[in-house]
């Protein structure tokens, strides 16, 4: 008795279904991904917040800041003004075989800010970004007021570095207006590409380097 095999026709079939259930669930995959990432990161800023708490109620250190792979989180202002800035890397997008065509939709670049309310005894970091709805925790509220400063990239020249004695967790370089004079910026970017620390006021350029929002003389 012959055997009969798969026609050419029913191969293609086979094909084109497959072809379209991967079409509706390889963007479903890459959105729970990118979801998992974000969470994680916020987690990872609302422990550090804790931390930061602990420290100003002279409970102990906050100690390092968080290490992540697809986010970067910083401490700015202080006091009743603090902000954890959980900043969003590139890659924190997941683009299994199919990449992020909206740009609007998109996590790369966005960001996530926890602040503290409520009393002395009993703080709430509150959390707002201007992430997207389809990646945005639920206890976030939308706002695009939220990020402080921008770090400073070695080697950056169309922009001027200030140092900002609030950003991070003992001040550091960051792009913005300085007080410096104009035939000084390049002198300015030079200190800041080499990533130099700046407790000596000036960094020997007279002054000039603290950013002009900075209270820090």
């Not at 987690?43 to 409970?59: D, I, N």
């Not at 959980?86 to 924190?92: P, R």
């Not at 959390?127 to 509220?141: F, I, Q, Y």
């Not at 950056?156 to 967790?169: E, H, M, P, S, V």
Request: aromatic share 6%.
């Amino acid at each position: 008795m012959k055997e009969k095999g798969f026609g050419l026709l029913e191969l293609m079939v086979v094909v084109g279904i497959i072809a379209i259930l991967g079409g509706i669930a390889l963007p479903q995959y890459n959105k729970y991904v990118t979801r998992a990432r974000v969470t994680e990161a916020l987690h990872a800023g609302q422990v550090y917040a804790r931390k930061v708490e602990s420290e100003a109620a002279g409970g102990g250190g906050a100690g390092t800041k968080p290490s992540l792979e697809h986010a970067d989180i910083n401490k700015s202002g202080s006091g009743a003004d603090t902000r954890i800035v959980i900043t969003l890397s590139g890659d924190i997008e997941s683009e299994v075989l199919i990449a992020q065509d909206d740009d609007s939709k998109s996590a790369n670049g966005k960001v996530m800010e926890l602040e503290p309310t409520g009393t002395s005894s009993a703080i709430r970091w509150a959390c707002k970004s201007n992430l997207p709805d389809t990646t945005r925790p639920k206890v976030c509220d939308y706002s695009t007021d939220v990020g402080g400063p921008t770090a400073w990239v070695a080697g950056t020249t169309d922009k001027d570095a200030c140092w900002d004695g609030t950003y991070g967790d003992s001040g550091g370089w960051v792009e913005g207006k300085n007080k410096a004079a104009p035939e000084l910026q390049d002198e300015v970017r030079n200190l800041a590409d080499t990533a130099s620390g700046c407790v000596v006021l000036g960094c020997g350029v007279a002054g000039g380097v603290w950013c002009q929002s900075d209270p820090t003389p």
